[in-house]
């Protein structure tokens, strides 16, 4: 037995992983009573908070106070001089960090969660071994184990992938030192983020996309309006096969193919975005009695419970939906199953949102869905360039859709994409769970001037076929 060995700790739950999946399970135990600890190897938060959506979202503020300077002179602002403190963004950003997750470090304290900082891996069933950063090693056997370690950005096999100058989203996030230009390899959610933010801090910027199209399960008509925004200052290859990346001088240049004739492109820094693969290596899951999929996802069924008795596996690192808020539903549910409770949360309703400008939102099924399952379905679309608000933002670009089912009017999907869709998609979630029909919605007074007027004329437009602010 080592030396360093410590006295077992008594927990009843312990959480692997303080990620938005791991830290809202913990505190959700705790508050109805568990004796809960939370194992955390690195900063609390997970990569949500310190590496992923917060940052971004910080950031994305920045670049866009940035272009509403540019375009402000259209709503009579001249602004003579200003410029860019790439120093004082990055703090910005950093601020925004250190509040939330010592906002939520704060809040575990308080809630009674103990919080190790270590790294855990099974010994056993519903053992574990928690290496602390001295090296000293604790030992837990609680009765329920959550596994919420999350994911961590994906590299293909690419020639040169691990080159100089090659970033994953992690590096991109320090604008410190931006390069004149950019390559993004990947044009799913993280590259048309990010991308948007570097071309507004004026970086020249382009996406090689292997699909044919961007984002294949969003609704295409949405996914078309972005592409015609983004496409304006970002150049967006669809169809672009990667191949290499090599030394160019002081650039990089990165050897792709379209319908099979080679092409290049040279710039400073790549980015690399490609998707995401789980934290499962290194936890000892083999002796925890946890089956992981070919691609190393953790199998869960749709309570999240693994292949162990009283082991359950959250978030990113069992592959069902990669996305913070889908990890937080999950620990909320696992949590509610941990105290004996039936579960309401419906974590198979997942909200999705892009937050480019416009924004892409949408929940439900497609267009493409419905078609495929021969579901008969009605469509209601309003243009926010008929709606009081967004023309008052001077943001006119984009539209609510809502799909509704025939003969009953059920609401099966929306799709959102224009300013504040991300907010927006809220109330069509909750008309989905709550099964609402359209009526309902069209009977719900929507306040005035605001975006979501847009919301009620779709649905009005999917019901009457028709509806005031457009012919
Ligand atoms: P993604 O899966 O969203 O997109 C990756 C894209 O890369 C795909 O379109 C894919 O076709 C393309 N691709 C794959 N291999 C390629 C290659 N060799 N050459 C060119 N293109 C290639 O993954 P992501 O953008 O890396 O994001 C990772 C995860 O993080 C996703 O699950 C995403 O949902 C999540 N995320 C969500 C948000 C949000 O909710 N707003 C923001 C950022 C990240």
């Known amino acids: 037995m080592s030396q360093n060995r410590k006295e077992d700790g008594m927990a009843e739950v312990v959480v692997i992983g303080g990620g938005p999946g791991g830290y809202v399970a913990a505190m959700k135990l705790a508050m109805n009573g568990k004796k809960t600890i939370l194992v955390e190897r690195d900063q609390i938060g997970g990569t949500c908070l310190n590496r992923g959506c917060i940052p971004t979202k910080a950031l994305m503020h920045c670049s866009e106070v940035l272009e509403t300077i540019r375009h402000s002179e259209r709503s009579g602002i001249c602004v003579d001089s200003w410029h860019v403190d790439r120093q004082k ?10 509040k939330l997750s010592g906002g939520v470090a704060w809040l575990l304290k308080k809630r009674g969660v103990q919080v190790i900082r270590g790294t855990a891996v099974f010994t056993g069933e519903r053992q574990l071994k928690i290496t602390l950063p001295g090296g000293e090693e604790q030992y837990l056997s609680p009765q329920w184990v959550i596994i919420a370690t999350g994911s961590e950005s994906a590299l293909p096999p690419i020639e040169g992938i691990n080159g100089k100058h090659v970033m994953t989203s992690t590096e991109a996030l320090d604008v410190t030192d931006l390069p004149q230009n950019l390559v993004i390899i990947g044009g799913g959610v993280i590259g048309l983020e990010i991308g948007s933010i570097y071309s507004r801090f004026g970086v020249k910027t382009t996406i090689l996309e292997a699909l044919p199209e961007l984002l294949p399960s969003a609704d295409r008509e949405a996914v078309q309006v972005l592409q015609d925004a983004v496409g304006r200052t970002i150049q ?13 001088g002081d650039e990089k240049k990165v050897c792709y193919e379209v319908d099979g004739t080679a092409r290049e492109i040279t710039a400073q820094k790549v980015l690399v975005c490609v998707g995401r693969k789980p934290n499962t290596r290194e936890l000892g899951l083999d002796r925890a009695g946890v089956a992981v999929s070919d691609r190393g996802y953790i199998l869960v069924n749709e309570c999240c419970e693994t292949t162990a008795k009283h082991v359950y596996a959250i978030g990113d690192v069992n592959g069902r939906t990669l996305l913070a808020h889908a990890a937080s539903a999950q620990g909320i549910l696992v949590s509610e199953k941990i105290c004996g409770r039936d579960a309401e949360v419906n974590i198979n309703l997942i909200p999705s949102c892009i937050y480019t400008r416009p924004e892409l939102a949408y929940v439900g099924k497609t267009e493409e869905d419905l078609k495929k399952a021969h579901i008969p379905y009605r469509v209601g679309r309003f243009p926010l360039n008929a709606n009081g608000k967004a023309l008052s933002m001077d943001e006119p670009e984009g539209f609510v859709k809502i799909l509704i089912g025939k003969p009953y009017g059920e609401i099966l999907g929306a799709h959102l994409v224009g300013a504040r869709a991300t907010d927006l998609i809220a109330e ?44």
């Not at 963004?89 to 250190?98: L, T």
């Not at 967006?236 to 160019?248: E, L, M, W, Y």
């Open 89 to 98: 963004v990055d703090a910005y950003k950093n601020e925004v960090v250190e």
């Open 236 to 248: 967006i290859q669809t169809g672009a096969k990667v191949n290499a990346i090599r030394d160019f």
């Open 428 to 471: 069509l979630a909750l008309a989905i769970n709550a099964e609402c029909t359209v009526e309902e919605l069209i009977h719900t007074v929507h306040a005035h001037p605001t975006i979501s007027e847009a919301v009620f004329e779709a649905a009005e437009l999917a019901y009457f076929g028709q509806t005031v602010h457009v012919i």
